[in-house]
T-cell receptor, first 111, second 114 residues
Framework: EDQVTQSPEALRLQEGESSSLNCSYT??????LFWYRQDPGKGPEFLFT???AGEEKEKERLKATLTKKESFLHITAPKPEDSATYLC????????????FGTGTRLKVLA | EAGVTQFPSHSVIEKGQTVTLRCDPI?????LYWYRRVMGKEIKFLLH????????ESGMPNNRFLAERTGGTYSTLKVQPAELEDSGVYFC????????????FGQGTRLTVV
């Protein structure tokens, strides 16, 4: 069964304290892995798509990487405005184009 | 360009009543998805439209849920009759033609069944 697991569930960082969020996945074949950010009361906001092992994408203080079993979202020198829930989702090659989501990591960055 | 719009943002109904959620996708997006997040759980897929056709409805929980997409534009999700376990946040997403392009999400409809 296709599955996505994110860790940690919650993370508190001081402003400027870099860290990484993990997304482990099990799928029959990976079509794509997607990272989203979600603020309270809002829908998920797209960040990155990764398609193959070894691929990396960067945007401001965020960098996403992908291996055959997991993805990391590295946050460098975070600011309070980076506080949000970060969601990982995979799209499998088998069947349809739905997303399979993890439960997310709630990030709080303290000033 | 307008994003994905969902209406209403909140709905509180009694068990046994009917509720209809609406989603207006980004103009020109052929793919439209419905997802749901119940308390403490991950966001789960409900169904996928390509234009007006149901491509995948494997995530629909039971026959109390009915989704339609009129003319390949907006979509509605009707729950009839609503049960307590239907409470959660319902998200709609859309994406352009192409299987693995990213989806853009609406702000969600929070449904509470009491």
């Amino acid at each position: 069964e296709d599955q996505v697991t994110q860790s940690p569930e919650a993370l508190r960082l001081q402003e400027g304290e870099s860290s990484s969020l993990n997304c482990s996945y099990t799928v029959s074949g990976l079509r794509g892995l997607f990272w989203y950010r979600q603020d309270p009361g809002k829908g998920p906001e797209f960040l990155f798509t990764l398609y193959s092992a070894g691929e990396e994408k960067e945007k401001e203080r965020l960098k996403a990487t992908l291996t055959k079993k997991e993805s990391f979202l590295h946050i460098t020198a975070p600011k309070p405005e980076d506080s949000a829930t970060y969601l990982c989702a995979v799209q499998a090659t088998s069947g349809t184009y739905k997303y399979i989501f993890g439960t997310g990591t709630r990030l709080k960055v303290l000033a | 360009e307008a994003g994905v719009t969902q209406f209403p943002s909140h709905s509180v109904i009694e068990k046994g009543q009917t509720v209809t959620l609406r989603c207006d996708p980004i103009s020109g997006h052929d793919n439209l998805y419905w997802y749901r997040r119940v308390m403490g759980k991950e966001i789960k897929f409900l169904l996928h439209f390509v234009k007006e056709s149901k491509q995948d409805e494997s995530g629909m929980p039971n026959n109390r849920f009915l989704a339609e997409r009129t003319g390949g534009t907006y979509s509605t999700l009707k729950v009839q009759p609503a049960e307590l376990e239907d409470s959660g946040v319902y998200f709609c997403a859309s994406s352009p033609q192409g299987a693995n392009t990213e989806a853009f999400f609406g702000q969600g409809t929070r449904l509470t069944v009491v």
